[in-house]
C-alpha cells in the first residue's frame, strides 16, 4: 500500500486461495484491459470474460494475454460453455480453451437443464486440465432450489474437481441467492455455510450492498464476484474498513468511544 495506516484487516498475498476478487469483463478493449491490468490487478484474482462476450469481442487473443501476463486467472463465461454444450459441442468447448491457452473455466447450467450427475461428469473430465469453476443456480427469477439442495449441489460439485463453487446471482443480483429486490437470502446463506467451508465459494455480489452485506458477515476475505472493472477499487476499499459502509468495523472499541 502507498502509506501505513494501523488496525487494516490483513489480506493474503497473491496468487490467493481465499479473498478472492471476481472482475466480469462484459466487453472490455484490450486497451481497456491494459488500463484495468495497471491500476487494478494488484487486487483482483480472477477475470470472467461474461456470457458470450468472447464470442463478439474484438482482439480476444491479445486481451486474454494482458491478463494473464498480469497473473489473473481468466475464463470464459459459463453461459458460453452452455451454449456449445446445448448444441453437441463439448469437445469443440475444449479445444477452444487449448486454443485460447486458457488453464481456467467455468461449468454451469443456469439456462439449460443438465442432469447434476453429468454436470459433475464434465466437471472431472475438465478437472484433469483446468481449473475449474462450477455454478450453481439457476439465471431464471421465480425458480427455487432448496437449501439442501443448493449444499448437496456445491459438495458434490466440490467432490468432482471444482476449485470454488460459485453462487449464482446474475450480473444483475437479483435471483439465485438474493431476492427480487438484491438483498441477500439470509436463511439459505447460512444454511449453506454450515454444510459449505466459505472459502470454497464465490459469492456472485455485483452490487454495492451485496458486497457490504457479506463482508461484514464473513470478513474482509470473503470471496465476491461479478465486480464491475470501475469497482475492483472500491471493493478493496470496502474489505478495508476505509468506506463508510465497513469504517468502523476493524476500529477497537477505544477509538470508536474517543470520537463519539
Excluded at 456470457?51 to 459459463?78: M, N, Q
Excluded at 464465490?202 to 464476484?225: M, R
Amino acid at each position: 500500500m502507498n502509506f501505513d495506516l494501523p488496525h487494516i484487516p490483513s489480506r493474503e498475498s497473491q496468487p490467493r486461495q481465499t479473498g478472492l476478487t471476481m472482475m466480469m469483463d462484459k466487453g472490455l478493449s484490450w486497451r481497456q484491459a491494459e488500463n484495468f491490468v495497471d491500476c487494478s490487478a494488484h487486487l483482483t484474482d480472477l477475470v470472467k470474460l461474461g456470457f458470450g462476450t468472447s464470442y463478439v469481442s474484438k482482439d480476444l487473443e491479445r486481451k486474454i494475454s494482458i491478463y494473464k501476463e498480469a497473473g489473473l486467472k481468466t475464463y470464459l463465461g459459463g453461459t458460453l460453455f452452455e451454449a456449445f454444450l446445448v448444441r453437441g459441442m463439448f469437445d469443440d468447448y475444449r479445444k477452444l480453451l487449448d486454443k485460447l491457452k486458457l488453464d481456467t473455466c467455468e461449468v454451469s447450467d443456469g439456462s439449460v437443464v443438465l442432469d447434476h450427475n453429468k454436470k459433475c461428469e464434465y466437471i472431472s473430465t475438465l478437472a484433469k486440465d483446468f481449473t475449474v469453476l462450477s455454478e450453481v443456480g439457476s439465471k431464471e427469477a421465480g425458480i427455487f432450489i432448496s437449501p439442501s439442495k443448493w449444499i448437496s449441489m456445491m459438495q458434490d460439485e466440490l467432490n468432482a474437481g471444482s476449485w470454488k463453487v460459485i453462487a449464482e446471482a446474475r450480473e444483475s443480483g437479483n435471483v439465485g441467492i438474493y431476492r427480487p429486490n438484491g438483498t441477500a437470502h439470509v436463511s439459505l446463506v447460512n444454511k449453506i455455510i454450515s454444510n459449505v467451508k466459505v472459502e470454497n465459494i464465490l459469492w456472485e455480489a455485483p452490487q454495492k450492498s451485496q458486497q457490504v452485506w457479506f463482508i461484514k458477515q464473513f470478513g474482509a476475505n470473503v470471496n465476491l464476484g461479478n465486480i464491475s472493472h470501475s469497482e475492483v477499487i472500491p471493493l478493496e476499499c470496502l474489505r478495508l474498513g476505509l468506506r463508510g459502509d465497513t469504517f468502523f468495523d476493524y476500529l477497537p472499541e477505544e477509538l470508536k468511544v474517543a470520537l463519539v
